[in-house]
């Protein structure tokens, strides 16, 4: 059989032409129909699964927390501590107040507080705050007691002591980081 165009008589030249013409219009079909359709329904497959993962889940949080109205409580406390623990501004007044607090509980005298300038994290900002204070040591343990529980997240640098012979008492600098949430 030779299939040069000469040779083939009009009938096998329009056979020939409605071949080639199906093989195209099918690979048209298969590249701009098909393959598209069957991305979508993979897409549509995985939004499905996820679906399906998230209701398995709320599911599992609805069987774990049956009194919603308890569990609304608990996460409006935790909230409120959290705020108080990692605060969205500075609010470096009220943590000098609570440092003045137990400083006059702890019999501690508060020589001089230096908050540093705010400083900018990932996501937070922190602000160093170097005290000096005169106290004996165990006013010192009973003031460092009443920082850590204080609620809010601070970091100690360093602490120095020397001994204030003329006073007979510790003079002691602080050096401590404090933290805000930063939106």
């Given at each position: 059989?030779?299939?040069?165009?000469?040779?083939?008589?009009?009938?096998e030249k329009y056979f020939a032409f409605a071949f080639?013409?199906?093989?195209?219009?099918?690979?048209?079909?298969?590249?701009?129909?098909?393959?598209?359709?069957?991305?979508?329904?993979?897409?549509?497959?995985?939004?499905?699964?996820?679906?399906?993962?998230?209701?398995?889940?709320?599911?599992?949080?609805?069987?774990?927390?049956?009194?919603?109205?308890?569990?609304?409580?608990?996460?409006?406390?935790?909230?409120?501590?959290?705020?108080?623990?990692?605060?969205?501004?500075?609010?470096?007044?009220?943590?000098?107040?609570?440092?003045?607090?137990?400083?006059?509980?702890?019999?501690?005298?508060?020589?001089?507080?230096e908050p540093g300038p705010i400083a900018n994290g990932?996501?937070?900002?922190?602000?160093?705050?170097?005290l000096n204070i005169k106290c004996g040591y165990f006013?010192?343990?009973?003031?460092?007691?009443?920082?850590?529980?204080?609620?809010?997240?601070?970091?100690?640098?360093?602490?120095?002591?020397?001994?204030?012979?003329?006073?007979?008492?510790?003079?002691?600098?602080?050096?401590?980081?404090?933290?805000?949430?930063?939106?």
């Amino acid at each position: 059989m030779n299939l040069s165009m000469d040779t083939m008589d009009k009938g096998e030249k329009y056979f020939a032409f409605a071949f080639i013409l199906m093989c195209f219009l099918s690979l048209l079909f298969y590249f701009c129909v098909y393959v598209p359709q069957e991305n979508l329904l993979q897409q549509k497959k995985q939004i499905a699964f996820d679906k399906r993962a998230e209701l398995i889940n709320l599911r599992g949080f609805a069987a774990r927390n049956k009194d919603i109205d308890i569990y609304v409580k608990d996460m409006e406390d935790r909230f409120h501590e959290n705020q108080y623990l990692l605060p969205s501004k500075m609010n470096v007044s009220p943590f000098l107040n609570d440092i003045e607090l137990y400083a006059s509980e702890s019999h501690v005298e508060v020589v001089g507080m230096e908050p540093g300038p705010i400083a900018n994290g990932e996501g937070y900002s922190y602000q160093n705050i170097a005290l000096n204070i005169k106290c004996g040591y165990f006013e010192l343990m009973n003031f460092m007691e009443m920082m850590e529980r204080e609620g809010r997240f601070i970091n100690i640098k360093y602490i120095k002591a020397s001994v204030d012979d003329t006073h007979r008492a510790l003079d002691v600098k602080i050096n401590l980081t404090i933290y805000s949430y930063k939106k």
